[in-house]
């Protein structure tokens, strides 16, 4: 392993291509060695933690910044991960992130810390979700304006002599039941009820979603399945997951349309050590985890950290509902849902977390 700034963290020698890629990440990633004092931390690091390189090595993270719930309690030799959790500053200030610690090798004592600072559309404050709200209901009244013009014009042409009134009843029909349509996704979107959650073997609700996907929206794309067999059960309501499921799948066809090879890779793994925290400051495990990653270009780099918010859509025909009713079906689950472009090539996952039964 390689210092960013090209001194040796273990033997092989230094290789500087390594280093010039660890000093370039953008994500903040701080290198601790076996006695777990920070040996290295890249540009973004010195950034989001506003202390140099320098200045933090030798120093514990501890003496950086608090450490997320459930840490000290963490297995030796696995990797550890605290979603949207709130860290303090040890000079001042608070940071919100996804904390990520990871071995740097396998069987060494070496560990890796990546903090991923959280944007507006996955951590909003009160006052970012409420002006949300008033957004998504301006939204609400502009979607539904442009029909209601259409529908006006035509009554007006009805009152008159006219000799195309099927088509102009038809209109009015076809632009009704759209304004409809709209409005029950919308109370769907708002229906605090709460839902009633089974233990479930995941793997069949699974299977049921891909055959949905594969008879009609996924046809002719190859779906591939890479399943933990191990896989605890969960608690989850059976409906409402196989909405999350059929919405992220057909979420990922639609931006394979354009796509050669098009490829869906559906996923479950169990995490140790996965969490996230709640508005009351408890702290849930989820360690159940389910991929679905596609091989299209990803969302526009403008909106990708608004994918989870109403009437946000990287599609010319998208309503920008589907993924909002994914977050809220799986929150009320007690989970929580990510986007990432990972790999190389880069490919777009939705990772999905769930407690286990």
């Known amino acids: 392993m390689v210092h960013a700034r090209g001194g040796v963290i273990a033997a092989g020698g230094a290789m500087p291509p390594f280093a010039d890629l660890f000093a370039a990440l953008p994500v903040a990633a701080l290198v601790l060695d076996e006695a777990g004092c920070i040996a290295n931390a890249n540009g973004t690091a010195e950034l989001l933690l506003n202390l140099s390189d320098r200045a933090m090595r030798g120093l514990s993270l501890e003496q950086i910044v608090s450490l997320p719930p459930g840490y000290a309690e963490q297995c030796d030799g696995r990797t550890f991960v605290s979603y949207d959790c709130e860290l303090l500053l040890r000079r001042g200030g608070r940071l919100r992130v996804d904390f990520h610690e990871t071995p740097a090798a396998h069987g060494s004592a070496w560990r890796i810390v990546m903090l991923y600072g959280l944007r507006s559309g996955h951590a909003m404050s009160q006052a970012a979700g409420a002006r949300a709200a008033i957004g998504a209901a301006a ?20 009152s008159g002599d006219c000799d195309d009134r099927p088509v102009l009843t038809d209109l009015i029909i076809t632009e009704v039941d759209r304004i409809a349509a709209l ?42 399945e890479r399943f933990d067999p191990s896989l605890p059960p969960v608690r989850i309501d059976r409906d409402g997951f196989v909405q999350v499921m059929v919405n992220l799948l057909k979420n990922a066809a639609e931006a394979l349309e354009a796509t050669e090879r098009p490829r869906i890779i559906l996923g479950t793994a169990y995490r140790h050590g996965m969490s996230h925290g709640h508005g009351n400051g408890e702290r849930r495990a989820v360690p159940i985890e389910l991929t679905v990653t596609d091989n299209g270009p990803g969302a526009p780099a403008d909106i990708a950290g608004h994918l989870f918010e109403p009437f946000v859509s990287g599609k010319r025909e998208g309503r920008g509902f589907g993924l909002p009713m994914v ?7 007690g989970g929580l849902v990510r986007y990432a472009r990972e790999g190389y090539p880069p490919m777009t996952v939705f990772r999905i977390h769930l407690p286990r039964a």
């Open 139 to 158: 939204m609400l009244g502009h979607e539904i304006r442009n029909p209601l013009s259409g529908i006006r014009g035509a009554a007006q042409l009805l």
């Open 183 to 224: 409005i029950d996704r919308m109370q769907d979107f708002t229906d605090d009820r709460p839902r009633e959650l089974v233990t479930q073997n995941i793997y069949p609700v699974l299977a049921h979603a891909v055959q949905l996907a594969s008879a009609g929206f996924a046809r002719g794309i190859t779906i591939e």
């Open 327 to 333: 977050e809220k079906l799986v929150g009320e689950m």
